[in-house]
């Protein structure tokens, strides 16, 4: 086998035309995502990085880049805003990193359906959907940076989940096409459940070009807090909400005390030792909300409109993972989970956690829909000692019958879990990347065939 270093020389001299970098530093830079959320990953990853950057902002710039990978057996990682939590978009076997976000064009827009370029924003996405009444079925907190195919990719659902499920569902995501890592790539349009295969594989099964995404109407959304005396009477006030179906909605955030005491900006809206209750709702839905709420035992603290606009803060960036963020600002000695709990025993379930923890965790769930029924994740901030610690906390959960999609490790197998679509990902793989040279390490049961190099 060629040394690396003969590797990426030989590939430079194989990729005229297409916009690279090499300077390390700004290689390092797009080589990193936000696995600092982990210790543990932290530990792991914060040395790694690429060899070689390139910015596509074409099609042609990614079949050729992929070509030349192939030929030269370089590895090949996309990454698009790199706001993922899990070292999605980290090179763990150096290489080529392919920044996709030049690639940020809308294809078309049809009634209730649009076609885009993977490194299209998702608020700018929606900026150009919402004057013709429509915008994205669900987003990440992390809406503002992230990318539609970094979302697709590494991504599981968010903003919007609470009506319409996750990225899993069957038609959340109509179709993806795709380029291969061959030495003659093919493209490839998979339509349907075959474009699952895409979903949440963290780009190891294709690189994606551009996706067809269904749409939903955008109501003038507002953003409203509701404090509760406890966490358990949040939860409830949260699941009266979420089985509402005549209120439309898109966030129902339970957030229990003291983890509000972080979101400075919010003080106002969050009295001291009150649980509250996050939430977006249109606006032809909030009288019948509050009255929902008021029965429920809750106090309306904060109401406006969702302004999502340089100098303001949505409130769903105190919501999913953004959570977490707000803790980590002033306390890098927490971490945190994403767990599943039982649909006929959610409730019942998460009060049982925070029996068992008490102050070693903070609890924090998302409504959503998952598999037809009303159930919610949860994301609580957990006070980090050890990893054996950590891992413990993870069993007691599994033991309960709560399902953990663990943020700790790289690995599809051992980090998806729930999030996972049923797509036979493994044997497409096989498919689309024989050489095994798109973001090697992250799929662990994937084994890559030799090579020529």
């Not at 290689?27 to 959320?37: E, G, L, M």
């Not at 404090?227 to 409830?236: I, M, Q, R, T």
């Amino acid at each position: 086998m060629l040394a690396r270093t003969s590797r990426i020389e030989n590939l430079l001299q194989d990729l005229g035309g297409v916009p690279v970098v090499t300077d390390p530093q700004r290689v390092r830079k797009r080589s990193r995502d936000f696995f600092w959320y982990s210790p543990v990953l932290n530990e792991e990853l914060k040395d790694v990085s690429g060899e070689v950057l390139v910015e596509a902002t074409s099609e042609a710039h990614v079949i050729a880049t992929a070509a030349a990978c192939a030929r030269h057996g370089v590895p090949l990682t996309v990454r698009g805003g790199g706001t993922g939590n899990y070292g999605q978009c980290v090179p763990l076997e150096g290489g080529v990193v392919l920044d996709i976000m030049g690639m940020d064009k809308i294809e078309w827009h049809r009634a209730d359906v649009v076609r885009a370029e993977p490194g299209i924003r998702l608020n700018k996405l929606d900026d150009t959907l919402r004057p013709n009444g429509w915008e994205s079925r669900m987003h990440p907190s992390t809406k503002r940076t992230a990318s539609l195919g970094g979302f697709i990719a590494g991504g599981s659902g968010g903003v919007g989940s609470v009506t319409w499920g996750g990225l899993v569902e069957p038609g959340n995501i109509l179709a993806a096409r795709i380029v291969t890592l061959e030495a003659e790539p093919r493209v490839i349009e998979l339509r349907a459940d075959a474009a699952q295969k895409i979903n949440r594989a963290y780009g190891t099964t294709g690189i994606i070009t551009a996706l067809e995404m269904p749409l939903a109407p955008a109501y003038p959304w507002i953003d409203i807090i509701v404090a509760f005396d406890s966490v358990e009477a949040a939860l409830k006030g949260g699941q009266a909400v979420a089985y509402a179906d005549g209120i439309a909605k898109k966030l129902v955030t339970p957030i229990g005390w003291p983890l509000p005491s972080y979101f400075t900006p919010l003080k106002e809206a969050a009295p001291e030792g009150k649980s509250l209750l996050l939430c977006m709702i249109a606006q032809n839905s909030i009288e019948p909300f509050k009255d929902l709420v008021r029965r429920a035992g809750g106090t309306i603290t904060h109401e406006k409109p969702t302004a999502e606009e340089p100098g303001s803060i949505p409130l769903y960036e105190y919501c999913w993972n953004h959570s977490t963020l707000q803790v980590l600002k002033s306390d890098r000695s927490y971490t945190y989970l994403q767990c599943l709990y039982p649909a006929d025993r959610a409730i019942e379930s998460a009060l049982k956690m925070v029996d068992i923890f008490g102050d070693e965790l903070m609890p924090h769930f998302e409504f959503i829909r998952f598999g037809g029924k009303m159930t919610f994740s949860g994301l609580p901030v957990v006070r980090y000692t050890t990893r054996e610690r950590l891992w413990e906390i993870i069993a007691i959960h599994e033991d309960n019958g709560i399902m953990v999609a663990n943020p700790h490790v790289v690995t599809l197998e051992d980090g998806s879990r729930h999030k996972r679509a049923n797509a036979d990902q493994f044997g497409f793989k096989g498919e689309v990347d024989p050489l095994g040279l798109l973001n090697p390490g992250k799929m662990r049961s994937f084994l890559r065939r030799s090579g020529p190099f």
